[in-house]
């Protein structure tokens, strides 16, 4: 079935940051009072990545880790600050949690707990603040 989808070319740097910068979401902000301090970059236990002086923090859900560390990657140098979660249950349970919403979700549509047209109504129905772009490596799929 044709969903009338086409591939489209890798994105760069320059067009990503452009892409955020047309939302509203570029430049870096002043940082918090209450902003915790940032993650030791060389700890190999974190998976935040980028410099925490970025515009706006970042979640990425992907349950393949290569596909999480791309994506983190790319926006690591366009200086976003991004959370990596290898399932929609953890990052969930950090969205839960934080003090400071994430404002943008990226994150795989099929994923095994749950799927990411799930997890962005569960994150909404906390805080409409992020904005969500749902991935797909995946052909064979219709949401409803």
């Not at 366009?78 to 950090?94: G, H, I, N, P």
């Amino acid at each position: 079935m044709d969903m009338g989808f086409r591939a489209h070319k890798p994105i760069t740097p320059a067009k990503l940051s452009r892409a955020l910068a047309a939302c509203g979401l570029h430049g870096p902000p002043a940082p918090a009072k209450d902003d915790p301090p940032p993650a030791d970059p060389t700890d190999p236990g974190t998976k935040e990545h980028g410099p925490v002086a970025g515009p706006a923090l970042i979640y990425v859900v992907a349950d393949q880790p290569r596909v999480a560390e791309l994506i983190s990657g790319a926006m690591a140098r366009c200086e976003y600050r991004t959370e990596t979660f290898l399932s929609a249950t953890q990052a969930l349970a950090a969205f839960g949690a934080a003090s400071s919403k994430p404002r943008i979700l990226i994150t795989d549509f099929s994923m095994p707990e749950m799927d990411g047209l799930e997890l962005m109504r569960r994150c909404r129905q906390e805080s409409p603040q992020p904005k969500v772009s749902l991935i797909s490596g995946t052909r064979n799929w219709a949401c409803t």
